[in-house]
């Protein structure tokens, strides 16, 4: 099995950036399509960002494209999300995410391994 942990959440000002992190143990052999997801209260868990096993495809929301870039090393059993102007609606916990199916998917029920989140706050 296949454990997540996400770091690097936290508060920062509107237009400033902030960089997550998913460090990966256990199984993480497996040719895993990445995501991340994030909730804010009150609402659903929408998607942020997909990347693929080796990198070399990606797909973001459209609330995030041209800001958030997801980038991932297999070697060090690491993806990050890097954020760039963010804006207070991006306030939200961050959930990292492991789908073992190789297409890059949107719907949260399709990834099969999340971590616990971590918070960010965008104050205005």
């Known amino acids: 099995q296949v454990q997540l942990v996400e770091s690097g959440g936290g508060l920062v000002q509107a237009g400033g950036p902030l960089r997550l992190s998913c460090a990966a143990s256990?199984?993480?052999?497996?040719?895993?399509?990445m995501g991340w997801f994030r909730q804010a209260p009150g609402k659903e868990r929408e998607f942020v960002a997909s990347?693929?096993?080796?990198?070399?495809?990606?797909a973001y929301a459209d609330s995030v494209k041209g800001r958030f870039t997801t980038s991932r090393d297999n070697a060090e059993n690491t993806v990050t999300l890097q954020m760039n102007g963010l804006k207070p609606e991006d306030t939200a916990v961050y959930y990292c995410?492991?789908?073992?199916?190789?297409?890059?998917?949107?719907?949260?029920?399709?990834?099969?391994?999340w971590g616990r989140g971590t918070q960010v706050t965008v104050s205005s």
């Open positions: 995410a492991a789908d073992l199916d190789l297409t890059l998917r949107t719907s949260a029920s399709a990834y099969e391994i």
């Open positions: 256990g199984r993480t052999g497996s040719r895993l399509v």
């Open positions: 990347i693929s096993w080796n990198g070399g495809r990606t």
